[in-house]
């Protein structure tokens, strides 16, 4: 039996070894936010994350995820209540069709976590992993822009508080 | 209280955002087989035997064919020439044969790999140029699927009258849609016998109309639901007709609910691509730049089936022209059959593969005629009183020098044409630098009648309790049809955006608007529930509303309007604008209701050891009568444009030697990625339209038109390469560079 905590979620998966992580999530976890585009890891659709590290689901068997924690889109916000993240790309039109759009937000995610800062060049090879064929990527790019300089904002304001 | 103007937020967005929002392949149906289909391997011939495996176990397989097809064996389009399930005739690889189902997909994949099919060999007609010689007939007599002609003036005359006369030939290849969610359907039967297809779809009408003769059924128990939808650009108009099919046929055999999700080698092997096409162009001008004859020649490849070709084929000759009024024209158009999968539906429908050609073509007279490229453009320029090639006088909207001025004012394009020259006279320089310009129109809504033939109808429910539901069969693909419905509408009635509901796309419920193609929806569509949402503010008023109207205000009077219904209905249906007229036989006359118009600049930098482009900057203009909503025309323009930049630069579909796409994966089928992408400066000008919905026109394919012309006038300003095949990949710019080196 494979464990894994998903979403801050225990769970444990019995079956194939070799299963993709992207259909045990789809499958039998019931969490569908997690999109297959290509099936050979081009696309970035399927982006997850296994213990904080970016990957595409869609190339892990469930097995070298054992023990290892799994964020999914479904970790961000609501629908009534969006993530900063979320709510940049409602504004600045950062979704389309919104099939990308899920994968895109994880590496969106990872990008903003790891310091990223309003670099349009940063951005957009922070991004380059991720098909999308709506938008032509340059509300996608605004969208995480406007969530970096409201983040320094935030922390700004938090930083003189202190004071 | 205005909404339309404003960037409002997508209605479906947060759904989309968290993972909520269900396509298809997302729904769970209990007890559900995965279907698959099995495709023939070769391109023509006969079916002499299909042999089952008798060493494996069938039992939890179920396998339909052409026999069990209850009704009739074909996928109703403009003809009905393509069978759902291979009798004995092969016409194409990849045709399907059988389709199979089981409830673990991988099982239904092994399953496959245990049926053989025997045939008999035929040899097939893979190219145009080989259909054209007919030594083996596939269609008619000719193997012809269409020829269609325009013709204005006096071509010979005007050859006569030309001080120059240009000759070019062009081509472009195949090109997918590549929408990032595979094809996909789910079908099964509902206990009262009604049949349900929910689907990755952007036609829920055509797909209802295609069931009923297949099986022999009556239109009120087929019921077509859109489910989320992944993307379309035309690649979801007519071969999802194709899935539903193969779906309900192992439904109603299985007697269980069946999913059939493609993965992507087969979505991109088996399904419909963008035409290729050969166009000649021959060109007469007089010395100062005035167009004098245009002649032009164009040829598409249909594949194997008739399906959606004659008016891909129309609309590429309604645009082959250019948006230029030259006196004498005439433009031939065939589109031709080959045993190659069909060509189908694609954004832009047969213009962007013209207008590279017409756009290229002034890029060729400038050089000869040693006139600037923009002055040529400027000469020849739709404006308004101008006359088409079909002799359709343009009496309003006509947004093609107010684009080009803007584009050229914000480009600084002489000043830059000027810097590049200096950068490319040093020889230590590692690169070459170009800027290249194009302006493009295109036709709003259906060609000719068909927005007559449509007859779309679209509504608004007045429900007792003060909702507000738009009923309207336009999908949402991604496109925004639910935000700018819904915002039309709100400003129509005066009330705020959030109080519009808008009706999933489902037979059972919403009337026929038509399909959502054609850059229509906005302003045929959008006309309809304008006119609607007149008279439902009608009824309120009659029924005490007064505003700024409270929702309480809304609920008292809506329930006084209801009576003792639940709810009213205000539908509206397309009705034909009197000055409107259009001739199917001669092609005379007003071939779109209005045009909508664009230009662009672009700037490049092609390296020296490697031939890679760059696109370093895109500038753009294009005028949509109204934007609705900036942010997704904004959108629309820059996803346009990107796709469009890979057809001009990045995808190249390899065919084998059986007519079949040989890198049918996005590793190798490369698509645009961030990187690839400039940041794109983009004015929206507005032209309005009188018989628009607040002036609006369209936008959905017009930026897939422009962009390939202006990547090719700037390499060759880069290079002085005049690179007339689409994609400019860097082998071909080197083998070009390597050619005119030697000659």
């Known amino acids: 039996m494979i464990q894994l905590k998903v979403n801050g979620k225990q769970r444990s998966f019995r079956g194939r070894r070799f299963k993709r992580l992207i259909d045990v999530l789809r499958e039998d976890f019931d969490l569908t936010g997690t999109k297959e585009g290509c099936g050979e890891g081009e696309c970035g659709a399927c982006s997850v994350f296994v213990d904080g590290e970016l990957v595409n689901s869609c190339l892990i068997p469930v097995y070298q995820a054992d023990g290892a924690r799994v964020e999914t889109v479904e970790a961000l916000g609501d629908p009534d209540a969006l993530d900063p993240l979320q709510a940049s790309f409602l504004t600045e039109g950062g979704a389309q069709c919104g099939i990308c759009t899920p994968g895109m937000l994880m590496s969106a995610w990872a990008f903003v976590r790891d310091g990223g800062r309003d670099d349009l060049d940063a951005i957009r090879t922070a991004l380059a992993g991720n098909l999308c064929r709506c938008t032509g990527y340059q509300h996608i790019v605004s969208s995480v822009v406007a969530t970096v300089r409201d983040k320094t904002r935030t922390s700004a304001r938090r930083r003189t508080k202190k004071k | ?743």
Request: glycine content about 8%.
């Open chain 2, 1 to 743: 209280m205005s909404s339309v103007g404003e960037s409002s937020r997508r209605k479906e967005g947060p759904e989309k955002l968290t993972g909520v929002a269900k396509y298809v392949d997302d729904y769970h149906l209990p007890n559900c087989l995965q279907g698959v289909t099995l495709r023939s391997s070769i391109a023509r011939g006969v079916i002499k035997e299909i042999r089952f495996d008798p060493s494996y176990d069938w039992d939890s397989v179920v396998v339909a064919t052409a026999k069990d097809i209850p009704g009739e064996n074909y996928v109703y389009l403009i003809e009905v020439d393509q069978p759902l399930l291979v009798d004995r005739e092969v016409h194409h690889a990849e045709e399907p044969i059988l389709v199979l189902g089981h409830k673990d997909r991988a099982k239904a994949y092994e399953a496959l790999s245990h049926i053989e099919v025997e045939y008999e060999p035929w040899d097939p007609v893979l190219t145009m140029e080989e259909a054209l010689v007919g030594k083996r007939i596939l269609y008619g007599d000719d193997n012809v699927f269409k020829r269609f002609e325009i013709s204005k003036g006096d071509v010979e005359q005007g050859f006569k009258d030309a001080d120059v006369i240009v000759s070019k030939e062009y081509r472009v290849p195949h090109q997918e849609q590549a929408y990032l969610e595979n094809n996909g359907m789910a079908a099964w039967e509902e206990d009262d016998g009604t049949l349900v297809l929910m689907g990755s779809i952007q036609c829920p009408f055509y797909v209802h109309k295609a069931m009923l003769p297949l099986f022999a059924r009556e239109p009120e128990k087929v019921r077509v639901i859109q489910a989320t939808t992944g993307g379309g650009f035309g690649g979801k108009e007519e071969y999802p007709n194709m899935i539903a099919g193969h779906a309900a046929l192992l439904a109603l055999k299985a007697k269980r609910p069946v999913k059939m999700i493609y993965d992507r080698h087969e979505d991109m092997r088996a399904t419909t691509k963008r035409h290729p096409a050969r166009v000649r162009h021959r060109t007469g001008v007089t010395k100062d730049g005035a167009l004098v004859a245009q002649d032009i020649d164009v040829l598409m490849d249909g594949g194997a089936y008739v399906t959606l070709s004659p008016v891909v084929l129309s609309r590429g000759i309604l645009h082959a022209s250019g948006p230029y009024e030259c006196p004498n024209v005439r433009i031939v158009g065939r589109v031709i059959a080959t045993n190659t999968p069909p060509n189908g539906a694609f954004r832009g429908f047969g213009a962007p593969q013209t207008l590279f050609a017409a756009e290229l073509q002034m890029e060729a007279i400038a050089s000869r005629l040693k006139m600037d490229p923009v002055s040529l453009r400027q000469t020849n320029l739709f404006r308004i009183g101008s006359i088409t090639a079909t002799g359709q006088t343009l009496r309003e909207s006509v947004g093609a020098e107010n684009v080009l001025d803007r584009v050229l004012s914000r480009s600084k394009f002489r000043q830059k044409k000027s810097q590049h020259a200096r950068w490319n006279g040093s020889k230590t320089k590692p690169t070459w630098r170009g800027i290249g310009l194009a302006t493009v129109f295109h036709g709003d809504g259906f060609t000719g009648s068909g927005e007559v033939f449509l007859r779309s109808r679209a509504g608004i429910e007045l429900v007792h309790d003060g909702t507000l539901r738009i009923d309207a069969a336009s999908t949402e693909i991604g496109q925004g049809t639910t935000s700018i419905l819904a915002q039309i509408v709100a400003d129509a009635l005066d009330v705020p955006y959030d109080w519009i509901d808008v009706e999933t796309p489902d037979t059972s419920k919403v009337p026929n608007s038509g399909p959502t193609v054609a850059s229509r929806t906005c302003m045929v569509v959008g006309g309809l529930l304008h006119k609607a949402a007149k008279k439902l503010k009608k009824a309120l008023v009659q029924a005490g509303a007064n505003w700024p109207l409270t929702r309480e205000a809304l609920a008292t009077s809506a329930a006084r309007a209801c009576g003792k219904k639940r709810s009213i209905d205000f539908v509206e249906q397309y009705r034909k604008p009197g000055d409107v007229t259009w001739d199917e036989e001669t092609y005379r006359g007003d071939a779109y209701g209005v045009y909508s118009y664009a230009a662009m600049v672009v700037d490049l930098e092609i390296d020296k050891t490697t031939y890679e482009v760059t696109v370093r900057d895109v500038i753009t203009a294009q005028d949509v009568g109204k934007a609705i909503n900036p942010l997704l025309v904004e959108g629309q323009i820059i996803g346009g444009t990107a796709q469009a930049l890979g057809y001009a630069l990045l995808e190249n579909t390899v065919v084998d030697d059986r007519g079949v796409m040989q890198n049918a994966q996005l590793t190798n089928y490369i698509i645009p990625t961030a990187l690839d992408m400039p940041t794109m400066d983009v004015t929206i000008v507005e032209e309005p339209y009188s018989k628009g919905p607040f002036g609006a026109k369209g936008v959905g394919e017009l930026p897939m038109d422009i962009p390939a012309p202006a990547v090719a006038a700037a390499i060759y300003d880069a290079t002085g390469l005049f690179m007339a095949e689409l994609p400019i990949l860097p082998e071909r710019l080197c083998q070009a560079l390597h050619d005119s080196a030697q000659s």
